[in-house]
């Protein structure tokens, strides 16, 4: 693994349905982010984690949840998915003690859900 | 608020003409920082520059230069002698230390044409 590995790489999903992104690291990045990309809406926080065992809500949390029960994992769980969770869903990571430091993301994972 | 606008949603340009891509930002913060990321039409998101707020040199990166100017609350992007491989979305973002986190303008599409 170099750097963050997101999967699935794409996914079609029936409405109603569970489904959880994975998201994985191999930087030690001690903080971690999900957003989700829509046409003309740029990229939107959806929950963010400054670090292990510690999550707070980004821009538009409703419909999903988030664990980090480790430094390298931070899975996205779509409780009971409905069709306008369809996007492109890109998980990042950053060290935050590092003052200004960018963002490293993950290839991004399409969900479609019908 | 906290806020980053990028006016232009979408420009096209011929090959080897100049072009500049806008960022207007809104902070109360005193330190923050400032992002350009790439997004080709592969869809990963490329970092490309990141400035500190406490220093309003601008940079250049071979055909790339960024104009920050604090006074206006802008970080403008420039591509000199555009190239086909330039099309791509770019997106702006500013990272407040308040927050913790990156806002992500909602993106210019730039379209080299040959």
């Known amino acids: 693994i170099a750097g963050i590995t997101q999967a699935p790489t794409s996914q079609i999903l029936a409405a109603g349905r569970r489904m959880t992104l994975r998201c994985t690291q191999d930087?030690?990045?001690?903080?971690m982010y999900w957003y989700r990309q829509d046409l003309g809406l740029g990229l939107r926080l959806i929950h963010y984690?400054?670090?292990?065992?510690?999550?707070g809500k980004g821009e538009v949390p409703d419909g999903y949840s988030v664990s980090r029960a480790n430094t390298d994992d931070f899975p996205l769980t779509l409780a009971s998915a409905v069709p306008s969770q369809t996007s492109v869903y890109f998980c990042?990571?950053?060290?935050?003690?590092?003052?200004?430091?960018?963002?490293?993301f993950g290839s991004g994972t399409r969900l479609t859900v019908v | 608020a906290q806020k980053v606008t990028q006016a232009q949603t979408e420009i096209s340009v011929v090959e080897k003409e100049d072009v500049t891509l806008d960022c207007v930002y809104e902070?109360?913060?005193?330190?923050?920082?400032l992002f350009w990321y790439k997004q080709p039409p592969s869809g990963e998101l490329v970092f490309l520059i990141r400035?500190?707020?406490?220093?309003?040199q601008n940079e250049i990166s071979g055909r790339y230069s960024w104009n920050f100017q604090k006074s206006t609350s802008s970080f403008n992007f420039t591509i000199t002698a555009s190239q086909v491989v330039d099309s791509a979305v770019y997106f702006c973002?500013?990272?407040?230390?308040?927050?913790?986190?990156?806002?992500f303008g909602s993106g210019t599409r730039l379209s080299i044409r040959p």
């Open positions: 984690s400054n670090t292990a065992g510690t999550t």
């Open positions: 902070t109360r913060d005193t330190t923050y920082y």
């Open positions: 400035r500190n707020s406490f220093d309003e």
């Open positions: 990042a990571s950053s060290d935050s003690a590092k003052q200004g430091g960018g963002y490293t």
């Open positions: 930087m030690r990045h001690n903080a």
């Open positions: 973002a500013p990272g407040y230390s308040s927050a913790s986190k990156i806002i």
